[in-house]
């Protein structure tokens, strides 16, 4: 193998091995975005569910008070 073919592969490996550190950042951001998604999500969730709840009790008690 001439010398050229050797800088040319030794160049594709420096780069491929930069591409994969890059895709390890990408991934472990988009980790931690996920995680941020959840979080928030959950509190949705505890919202809504808290509002039913709420929502539930005030009727009763209207209904109780109105008869």
Known sequence: MDTDARELLGRIDERT????RRLDQ????????????????????YILGATAVAATVISFLISIWGS
């Open 17 to 20: 091995h930069e591409i994969l």
């Open 26 to 45: 990408i991934n472990g951001k988009i980790f931690d975005h996920e995680k941020r998604i959840n979080k928030l999500e959950q509190w949705r969730a």
